[in-house]
């Protein structure tokens, strides 16, 4: 079978041994006689593929049990609101870097929640940039720093993250897992799964339980 | 193979001639060389599943173009937010049906977002019930009326649905395409796949465009 690689935006192509593995079991899940998708999602047999993935994924982010894993729905851009209903409260702050249309998309739904403050601004910088640690002007008390870990479209990535005792939530849709980077100094790490870790229709994150 | 068929709550059997066919087109769609769930959401091969998906699920209901179907995630729960969100405006108010746990669940988003009247309750008879036609205590103008075709936990189903100038919004979850009803009749229709009409993780919502 000659394979197409997609390259484009969207879907991103998945390891042939995992599609082959899924297609094996889709009618009868390991003999349970049923497929995945017609299983209570309180029964064994998907409990068990849940808290497989989930264990997975923590050992390949280094996360202990200090942090929860989450598969939700609605794309890394529903989490742009649910982040700032969660934790964004009144009467206080959240801290956002603008370095492009994902982050400013972001900023865009949190500030219909709450009162957002702009850490630095590189969304329109030519060439395309994030920002230095040392440029970011953090609020003191702020309820959390959001990044985004890598702009797709105008291209731009963080090579360093900040150090700060703001709690960091970071979007990492498109390059988490491409790299090492210490996942424990975030408090809240969010990406669709379809880039990097899988089919699209799941978000993953990964927070910190306090 | 021994199929178990699963009643439980929740993702409910799927026919096996569906199945083995997802699981033929599963590693290589139609020759594409890809699995559908490596494609661009924007490409031919599932632009032409969607298109082929709206259109069967427009004749089963016997819709016609002033409708559109709608494929969301986040389960018909978060539609019982997504509706008054989009529908219920400020100063205006939507009469709901409280028929059981269904009912009030959409009810205590709505009032999260409005202002809610309730057009009957019957949450709590015994024997579990729906409100005749006759009972329902509507608002003249009111931006829709909301209720709820099955509820399953007590178990009382609507025979017959009102007729009203208000705008009608079902959460028909439960019985969707298990029976022939006036589709037509209603403004907006939801329901979560996963008990009649396909695997969990897809919410449908046929809405009338006007």
């Known amino acids: 079978m000659a394979r197409i690689y997609n390259f484009n935006a969207g879907p991103a192509v998945l390891p042939v041994e995992v599609l082959e593995e899924a297609q094996a079991d889709l009618v009868d899940y390991k003999g349970s006689g049923m497929s995945v998708m017609e299983m209570s999602h309180r029964g064994k047999e998907y409990e068990a593929i849940h808290e497989e993935a989930t264990a997975n994924l923590k050992t390949l982010l280094g996360l202990d049990d200090t942090f929860s894993v989450l598969f939700l729905q609605g794309g890394a851009s529903l989490q742009f609101a649910m982040i700032p209903m969660n934790f964004l409260g009144a009467g206080q702050v959240a801290d956002y870097v603008n370095s492009g249309n994902w982050g400013a998309s972001a900023i865009k739904q949190a500030r219909l929640i709450g009162t957002v403050a702009i850490a630095a601004d ?22 959390y720093l959001h990044l985004t870990s890598n702009e797709t479209i105008s291209g731009a990535q963080w090579k360093r993250f900040p150090v700060c005792d703001t709690p960091l939530v970071a979007d990492m849709s498109s390059d988490i897992l491409s790299r090492p ?16 870790l899988g089919p699209s229709g799941v978000t993953v994150v990964a927070i910190r339980m306090d």
Do not use: H, M, W
């Open 122 to 143: 590189c969304e329109k910088d030519v060439p395309t940039r994030v920002p230095g640690v040392e440029e970011l002007k953090l609020t003191p008390g702020a309820a």
């Open 181 to 196: 980077f210490d996942a424990g100094a975030f408090s809240l790490i969010y990406a669709g799964a379809q880039k990097n």
